[in-house]
């Protein structure tokens, strides 16, 4: 069972564009956001992360909006760039589980010039 | 460069063959933790250790083991190989517990079972 489901699978979007990833969660206990970007042949690296007490947070062309109430999370890469070509995962952790995060299944995401 | 150093890099084995993966955390940090990349399942947590300690087990098989050393580097051993054990396999380092969800991964091992 897919504890964090993401959206969409693939994503074209054109340079200056804003790139948009959804992401959905059931577990109320989780309490920690992240986002982690992939590029090939490379590990996932930590983008921009969010607690549930807040509903957006901003570092950036980078931004994550969080409704608590819909269990969503989305990421916006406003200005995208063919640089930022890449898989996204979101993310979720819940404290009483330490380190272990529960990953979405990515989003490639292509930015054409 | 996350710090996180694994090896090797790329491994092709037969099926029913053993073989260990090695991680070597960045300096400082004294979690490691395992996750599996595959098409089929995403990236999914196998385990986590702490100081040499094992804190946390997701969905790692029978068939796989770990541990870490008093040098705080880990081995991932998987045995008794099948070909859906081919994957891409991630290590992980944090400082502490991770309970902010930091984690630093290496560039995997890409693990092709034949």
């Known amino acids: 069972q897919q504890q964090v489901k993401q959206s969409p699978q693939s994503l074209i979007v054109q340079k200056g564009g804003i790139s948009i990833i959804n992401c959905a969660y059931e577990?109320?206990?989780?309490?920690?956001f992240p986002w982690y970007q992939q590029f090939p042949g490379k590990g996932p690296a930590l983008l921009i992360a969010?607690?549930?007490?807040?509903s957006e947070k901003k570092e950036g062309r980078f931004t994550i909006s969080f409704n608590k109430s819909a269990k969503q999370f989305s990421l916006h890469i406003m200005d995208s760039q063919p640089g930022d070509s890449a898989t996204y995962f979101c993310?979720?952790?819940?404290?009483?589980?330490?380190?272990?995060?529960?990953f979405g299944r990515g989003t490639q995401l292509t930015v054409w010039p | 460069d996350s710090g996180v150093t694994q090896t090797p890099k790329h491994l092709i084995t037969a099926t029913g063959q053993r073989v260990t993966l090695r991680c070597s955390p960045r300096s400082g940090d004294l979690s490691v933790y395992w996750y599996q990349q595959s098409l089929d399942q995403g990236l999914q947590f196998l385990i986590q250790y702490y100081n040499g300690e094992e804190r946390a087990k997701g969905n790692i098989l029978e068939r796989f083991s770990a541990q870490q050393f008093p040098d705080l580097h880990s081995e991932l051993n998987l045995s008794s190989l099948e070909l859906g054990d081919s994957a891409l396999y991630f290590c992980a380092s944090s400082v502490g517990t991770a309970n902010t969800g930091e984690l630093f991964f290496g560039e995997g091992s890409r693990l092709t079972v034949l």
């Open positions: 993310a979720a952790n819940r404290g009483s589980t330490l380190g272990r995060l529960y």
């Open positions: 577990n109320t206990a989780f309490d920690y």
């Open positions: 969010i607690r549930p007490d807040v």
